[in-house]
C-alpha cells in the first residue's frame, strides 16, 4: 500500500468550511520533479476562489483534492544523482494547482523548474508567502509593464500580496509609483517605496492621478470599477495590465475605444526568476510582510480571512516543523 501523508483536503467545492485534514497518498515523482516536504504554505486568493468552485475549479481531476501552490520547505527526492537540487536543500517555489496536487501537505512533487533555493535571509514561513505573488508581481511589472526609471506606474491593492511585492520591484526598476489603499496601509505602502499613495477610501485615485504609463490592476471590476476607471489615469497609449482576469471582460474594448492598450496576465512557475527574487530579497531589495502564520489545520480560517479583501501581505500556513 503507498504511503501516506496528512494534507488539507476539500471533497467537493463550496465554502470555507469543506477544507478538512485528511490521509492521502504520498506523491511519488516522475521525470523532472522533485519531492519536498513542505514546512509552510502560501495562501493565495486563487486557492480560494478555485475552493469556491470558481478559479479554476473546473480542472479539479478527482476528489479529495489538495489545493495551494506556494510552498517552502526541505528537498526529499531529487531526478538523478547530480541534480543541481539535493536532498536536504532548502527551497521554495510553486506547484499548477488544481493539475497536479498541491501544498496543502506534507509533501508535494513539482517540476525542478518550479523549485529554487530559499532566500538565505528567511524563515520557511515568509519564503511561503513569496512564490505565487512575487513572481505575478514580477510577471506584470516587469515582463510585461518594463518597469523603467521615470516610468508613471499606478499599482491597485498595493498592500496585498502581489501589490506589495508589485511596488517594491517598480521603485527598484526606477519607476515613480503612485498606490492605492486604504488608510490603515498608507504608511506601509509609503514605506515600500511608493512615491504618491492614494487612500481608496477617501478619495477617487481619477481624480489624482493622471498622465500614468501603465497601471497594474489588481483588482478589475471587482470593486467599485477599478478596471473602467483607471482607463481615466491612463496617458494616450498607456498599458494597463488586469491581473484578476476574468474580472473585467469588456476590458480589451473599453480600453480599445479610448487608444489605450490593455492585456491580462497569468503567472507562471518559473525558477530563474525567483532565483532572482531570491537574490533581491537576500540583499534587502525587497522585503516579505507575512499578516498571519496559521497551523495547516486553520486553513478554512486562511481562506476567509483571504475572502474579506484586507490581508496585509501574505497568509501563510504552518505546515510542519522547522527542520533541525
Ligand atoms: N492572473 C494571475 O496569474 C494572478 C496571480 C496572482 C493573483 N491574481 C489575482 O490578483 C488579485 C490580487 O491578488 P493578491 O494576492 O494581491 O490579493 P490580496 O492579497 O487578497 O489583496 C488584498 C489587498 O487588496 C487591497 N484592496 C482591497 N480592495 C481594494 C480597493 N478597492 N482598492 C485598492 N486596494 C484594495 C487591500 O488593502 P486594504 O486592506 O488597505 O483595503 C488588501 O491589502 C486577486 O484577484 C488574485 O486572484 C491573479
Redesign the pocket.
Given at each position: 500500500m503507498a504511503e501516506t501523508m496528512q494534507a488539507l483536503v476539500i471533497d467537493r467545492t463550496g465554502e470555507a468550511d469543506e477544507l478538512h485534514l485528511a490521509e492521502v497518498p504520498r506523491p511519488t515523482r516522475v521525470s523532472d520533479e522533485v519531492v519536498v516536504r513542505v514546512v509552510a504554505a502560501g495562501v493565495?486568493?486563487?486557492d480560494a476562489?478555485t475552493r469556491a468552485g470558481r478559479?479554476v475549479a473546473a480542472a479539479i481531476g478527482s476528489y479529495p483534492a489538495v489545493l495551494g501552490n506556494d510552498f517552502a520547505g526541505v528537498v526529499e527526492a531529487v531526478p538523478y544523482a547530480a541534480h543541481p537540487l539535493q536532498p536536504g536543500d532548502r527551497v521554495y517555489g510553486m506547484g499548477r494547482v488544481p493539475r497536479l496536487g498541491g501544498s496543502y501537505a506534507e509533501f508535494i512533487a513539482v517540476s525542478s523548474l518550479s523549485v529554487a533555493p530559499m532566500p538565505a535571509s528567511l524563515g520557511f514561513a515568509e519564503a511561503a508567502a513569496v512564490p505565487?505573488?512575487a513572481l505575478?508581481a514580477w510577471?506584470a511589472v516587469i515582463d510585461t509593464a518594463r518597469a523603467h526609471e521615470g516610468q508613471r506606474m499606478l499599482v491597485?491593492?498595493?498592500?496585498?500580496?502581489?501589490?506589495h511585492f508589485a511596488v517594491q520591484l517598480a521603485a527598484y526598476f526606477g519607476a515613480e509609483v503612485t498606490a492605492?489603499?486604504?488608510a490603515?496601509?498608507v504608511d506601509f505602502v509609503r514605506s515600500l517605496g511608493a512615491r504618491h499613495v492614494i487612500d481608496?477610501t477617501s478619495e477617487r485615485f481619477e481624480q489624482v492621478a493622471s498622465e500614468q504609463d501603465v497601471v497594474i490592476d489588481?483588482?478589475?471590476n471587482?470593486?467599485?470599477d477599478?478596471g473602467t476607471r483607471s482607463l481615466d489615469v491612463l496617458r494616450p497609449h498607456g498599458l494597463v495590465v488586469n491581473?484578476?482576469?476574468g474580472?473585467w471582460p469588456t476590458m480589451a474594448d473599453e480600453a480599445a475605444a479610448r487608444g489605450i492598450r490593455a492585456t491580462?496576465?497569468?503567472?507562471s512557475p518559473d525558477a530563474r526568476t525567483l532565483a532572482v527574487i531570491t537574490r533581491l530579497i537576500d540583499d534587502g531589495s525587497v522585503r516579505v510582510h507575512v499578516d498571519r502564520e496559521l497551523p495547516l489545520a486553520e486553513g478554512a480560517e486562511a481562506h476567509r480571512l483571504?475572502e474579506g479583501?484586507?490581508?496585509?501581505?501574505?497568509v501563510v500556513l504552518r505546515v510542519g516543523a522547522d527542520p533541525a
Open positions: 493565495n486568493p486563487i476562489k478559479g505565487l505573488a505575478t510577471g491597485h491593492a498595493a498592500s496585498g500580496g502581489v501589490g492605492t489603499c486604504s490603515r496601509n481608496y489588481l483588482i478589475g471587482v470593486a467599485d477599478t491581473v484578476p482576469t474580472s491580462g496576465y497569468s503567472v483571504l479583501g484586507h490581508v496585509r501581505g501574505k
